[in-house]
């Protein structure tokens, strides 16, 4: 038997996402936006899943991991949720993202996407996965994705795989200590996805960024899903230092 969440963690996960929610909304606002239009992916990698469960029970129920095999433990432990890849995807572990993920925002090349489409069709899958294209907007070399200047290339054969919904692009930001400063990269990509639209319809409107340090600037520059790990769950162990 699955213990009951415990009451007080629900709460404060309840209080912690209330605040995020608060913070989105007024940025929405800001800007003129309809805050509805804002998906909020609680980052959910290295949270147990007895505290997941309180999570959900606490109506968090979009849950965002960055490995397949954290992901593949805690799912059948965690009723309720709907899982997002946002992390990298290693063409091996495919076959099992498709079975555990909603949203794989993280397809960061083109043998990725036909790959998984592949296994779709292979699967007899007859809806489509959502994903996003992860793009590398500051030609970070640390950074997965792809390149900016050359996606467009690439989106002809991207539209084409029947079995992928192109639900829109994704990025992750630098590291910076002021928000401001993700702005710029923010706002790129939100003016490739227009450009990219524009070549091909077939590419969804969603923007997939933002994360704790910078998601109300994200939303002024247009998110439609912010990723959150730390202002919801706290801060992972071992990572606090490092900021
Ligand atoms: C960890 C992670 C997040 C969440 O980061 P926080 O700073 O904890 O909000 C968002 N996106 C990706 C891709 C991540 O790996």
Redesign the pocket.
């Known amino acids: 038997m699955t213990p009951e969440p415990d009451p007080e963690e629900v709460g404060r996960l309840r209080e912690a996402y209330g605040a995020v929610r608060r913070r989105i909304d007024a940025a929405a606002a800001r800007t003129g936006r309809d805050p509805a239009e804002v998906t909020v992916v609680a980052?959910s990698?290295t949270v147990p899943p007895a505290r997941l469960r309180s999570a959900v029970a606490a109506g968090i129920t979009i849950l965002?991991e960055?490995r397949v095999q954290e992901a593949e433990t805690k799912a059948p432990e965690v009723a309720g949720a709907r899982w997002h890849l946002?992390?990298p995807l290693q063409s091996n572990k495919a076959r099992r993202a498709i079975e555990l993920f909603e949203v794989i925002?993280?397809v960061d090349r083109l043998e990725l996407a036909v790959r998984l489409d592949r296994l779709l069709a292979d699967a007899g899958r007859t809806d489509r996965l959502a994903v996003h294209l992860q793009v590398n907007v500051d030609r970070d070399r640390s950074k997965a994705g792809f390149d900016p200047g050359a996606i467009a290339e690439a989106l002809p054969a991207l539209a084409a795989l029947e079995h992928l919904e192109l639900a829109g692009i994704m990025t992750?930001g630098r590291l910076v200590d002021d928000p401001e400063a993700a702005r710029p990269t923010f706002r790129a990509l939100r003016a490739l996805s227009e450009r990219l639209r524009g070549l091909d319809p077939a590419l969804g409107r969603g923007l997939s960024m933002g994360?704790?340090?910078d998601?109300e600037v994200a939303v002024e520059e247009g998110a439609t899903t912010v990723?959150?790990?730390?202002?919801i769950f706290g801060e992972?162990p071992g990572e606090a230092d490092a900021r």
């Open positions: 980052v990698k965002g960055n946002v992390g925002e993280s992750i994360m704790t340090d998601f990723r959150i790990g730390r202002a992972r």
